[in-house]
């Protein structure tokens, strides 16, 4: 101990070692540089209210320490609990705000981390070792809650104790802590398809969300308060806007609701500057009724996709398809049956290829990550006068084709069509292209990189 407050160095052999506010009538403000590095005996230390820093390697190969609470401590140095082979348990209390490098690697029976601090940053170099982290307890919304969900480790609303998943096995969108600001939200997640939002980006930072037409439910409040929000587009499986879904959101500019929508609660766009507002939807709309309604700027837009139709479709006709390897000239048609309108692959009606087909479309495509694990593909086909077969194509990383996927953009829908993969650092690049179903060759092809 000097005369600075520091606890210099500690050489006592008790197992369970309480740390005294004062020594010698000086309070005890640091636990200095090495103060219990490779102490062999101690199991478990409680730290003072006083003590705010903890310095570098302070408890570094203290073998047998098991589990440690800051308590009141605000900056914690670096490899403060390098290689504490028996550690596992880190409860960082409410004013930790710095943490050290390599502060806990090696402590490979590291199971759980606490965090009472919600905007305590668990990102770091090598702060981790890999892979040994089963829980996190930390408060819905903390930062610690998005380095769970970012990283696969199972996090818990340190209040209710509740595990906070992303999708529950229901398919309600729960949760997302990932840094993008403009959301694809994915068709699936872990598996599960995504089939409702609930608060997930309640109160977030994010400017754009698109809905994919599987998701059928946006609970109330779902994208309340999102002061940065300024466009959404809804999904054909939607029939009802809930109350608040929109609520205080006060940059909001352009929302797309499609028909499908039939019922929108009068309190939807509560707090929202409705002089910025414009509703875009199929005229004659419930949208457009609403619009009016509220005083709300109206745009009738017919590339707005309209709900697909409740008749049953015949089975598709098998047609000759190409070959798995999209950038050669295949003769076998796609194995991946489309998944949008129409239902059937278009069919050649003459040998001759028509005049809009003489030439390529102008296709544009872009990328973006949504959740951990997943890119969503977003391509666009200009000036189309029919049905348009577009193909979706990730490559692996040594330029291998890995996946493909086929959809149809039909004549009579928007412009734009979406496409959801799988996503690992070891995958390539992406490949997004028109299929010519007249000289059966690909064209118009769109590179998107790693």
Known sequence: MNEDGVLVKYNGSDTDVAIPEQINGITITKIGNNAFADNA????????????????????NCELLKKIDTNKTEAIGDTAFYGCANLEELIFGENVSNL???LCAECKKLRKLTVLNKELSLNGTYMWPDGVIEEIHSYVGSKAERYAHVNKIPFYDIESGERIRVVDDDGALVAY?????????????????VNRV???????????????DCVTVVAMDAFSNCAELKQATLSNGITKLNNGVFKNCISLEKVVIPPSITSISESAFDGCDKSKLTIYGASGSAAEEYAKEHDIKFIADKTIPTPPPVTPTPEPTPTAQPTAEPTQSPTAAPTTQPTTEPTQSPTPESTETPESYKYPYRITAHS????????????????KKEDVVMIFALYNENGTLGRVNTKILSSNSGTAIMETFPYTDGDGQF???????????????VFIGE
């Open 41 to 60: 005996y101690i199991e478990s230390v409680t730290i003072p209210d006083n003590v705010k820093s903890i310095g570098n390697s302070a408890f570094a």
């Open 100 to 102: 050290g490098m390599r």
């Open 177 to 193: 802590n990932g840094g993008e600001t403009e959301i694809i939200i994915p068709e699936s997640v872990d598996g599960i398809e």
């Open 368 to 383: 973006t990550y949504i959740l951990p694990g997943y890119v969503s593909i977003t391509a666009e086909c200009y000036e």
């Open 198 to 212: 609930r608060g997930a980006f309640a109160g977030s930072n994010i400017v754009s969300v698109t809905i994919p």
């Open 431 to 445: 490949k997004v292209f028109i299929w010519n179903k007249y000289t059966q060759e690909p064209y118009s092809t």
